[in-house]
């Protein structure tokens, strides 16, 4: 049976795939999707006697970055693939 939980082991084989200059950052919250820098990673153990390691975000308020970039959101299937609705032409306060 599989863990539900990603290991070390499987994130740095996914790390591996990736540019080691650029920053890690956290996506957070699939409902209102937020991108947050990391600061941290510490390991202890859990309740159960389990090694488990955290990746936590910053403290001080340039950690949240803002909303998640929406093709992000899709690819971690948090929201569909949406267009913007086509725009039109705004009326003007006198209704005309």
Not at 31 to 46: E, G, I, K, S, T
Not at 52 to 58: D, K, S
Request: charged share 20%.
């Amino acid at each position: 049976m599989l863990s539900p939980e990603m290991t070390v082991g499987e994130l740095i084989d996914l790390l591996s795939q990736c540019d080691r200059s650029s920053p890690v950052r956290q996506a957070m919250n699939p409902f209102f999707p937020m991108a947050h820098r990391l600061a941290q990673v510490v390991q202890a153990v859990d309740r159960g006697g389990q090694t488990v390691v955290y990746l936590a975000e910053g403290r001080d308020e340039a950690t949240q970055l803002g909303l998640l970039p929406p093709e992000v959101a899709v690819a971690l299937a948090w929201q569909g693939d949406t267009e913007s609705p086509p725009s039109r032409p705004r009326r003007s306060a006198g209704g005309k």
